[in-house]
């Protein structure tokens, strides 16, 4: 009930926009979700720094926080290798699965070494409550979070989607409104 109440908000929620540095939102983020402190079973990469984006820091914060929850919950390993990073608008074309829109805007990901989604679920994982595994089973849930991140993308003007191998590992790739999301 309460992920159900949190979603129905995100739709009326004004966005209070700033420049943020998204290095300090993804720690927040990390923070929060308790991924630095020792025994939190996964390591997180950040191949290059982030840039600095016109957004909504505190929504952001909880885009990364849902995304690498779902990065750490699903994983058969006893530590989860986690990438956080961003493809710049002149890497774009080379991302899997990205929609025809948006091109030329900077494009975030997190990436994952866990147990994969088939392809012909990446639509479903995006729906309220829908889980593709047991309630109780990858450390239960409701299957709200990528919903969540979902609306908060779009309210951001961006999209969300991603590209998934089983067995292997996913890729969740967002955009945030507008090509000039990277000047930082």
């Known amino acids: 009930l309460d992920s159900l109440l949190h979603f129905s908000r995100m739709g009326r929620l ?30 997180i990469e950040v191949p290059r720094p982030l840039p600095t984006v016109l957004c909504d820091p505190v929504r952001v914060r909880e885009i990364y926080s849902n995304l690498l929850t779902n990065a750490i919950k699903y994983t058969e390993k006893s530590e989860a290798r986690i990438e956080v990073g961003y493809l710049g608008s002149e890497e774009a074309g080379a ?27 990446y639509e479903q994982v995006f729906r309220m409550f829908k889980r593709m595994h047991g309630r109780d089973e990858f450390g239960g849930g409701v299957g709200a979070g990528l919903t969540i991140a979902q609306k908060l993308v779009q309210r951001h003007g961006g999209q969300i989607w991603i590209d998934s191998s089983l067995g292997q590992g996913t890729t969740v790739y967002f955009t945030l409104a507008g090509p000039s999301a990277e000047h930082g």
């Open 95 to 121: 991302c899997p699965n990205r929609p025809v829109a948006g091109a030329g805007q900077v494009i975030f990901y997190v990436r994952d070494d866990g147990i994969g989604i088939d392809r012909r679920h």
């Open 14 to 43: 004004e966005l209070e926009l700033e420049d943020a540095d998204l290095n300090a939102v993804l720690e927040e983020a990390l923070e929060m979700i308790g991924a630095r402190r020792p025994g939190s079973g996964c390591s």
